[in-house]
Nanobody, 115 residues
Framework: QVQLVASGGGMVQAGGSLRLSCLPS????????MGWWRQNPGKDREFVAA????????DYADSVRGRFTISRDGANSTVDLQMNSLKPEGTAVYYC????????WGQGTQVTVSS
């Protein structure tokens, strides 16, 4: 069974940067388009970014476009999210999944941005 382990979260001040990493295990994800989402308690999960299986196309939520970059690291078999110029509204638990969101959601990684 596939497991999605997200890491790299933490606490930063507004304007700071973090790099998240997603390591899918238990299944080859080389042919899967992947994405990142975020969620706060009591709110719906929100799409953040996506990347195609071959890394040739990316897409971003308007709220993060120009500040976040999604990428694939073939050597380490991870999907990464570089987050720059973080804002307090970026505080959330960040999750990764295949683009259909139909693998079991992992624990996510907490990102807290202070003003």
């Amino acid at each position: 069974q596939v497991q999605l382990v997200a890491s790299g979260g933490g606490m930063v001040q507004a304007g700071g940067s973090l790099r998240l990493s997603c390591l899918p295990s238990g299944r080859n994800f080389d042919t899967e388009s992947m994405g990142w989402w975020r969620q706060n308690p009591g709110k719906d999960r929100e799409f953040v970014a996506a990347i195609t299986w071959n890394g040739q196309r990316t897409d971003y939520a308007d709220s993060v476009r120009g500040r976040f970059t999604i990428s694939r690291d073939g050597a380490n078999s991870t999907v990464d999210l570089q987050m720059n110029s973080l804002k307090p509204e970026g505080t959330a638990v960040y999750y990764c999944n295949n683009l259909g969101g139909n693998w079991p959601w992992g624990q996510g990684t907490q990102v807290t941005v202070s003003s």
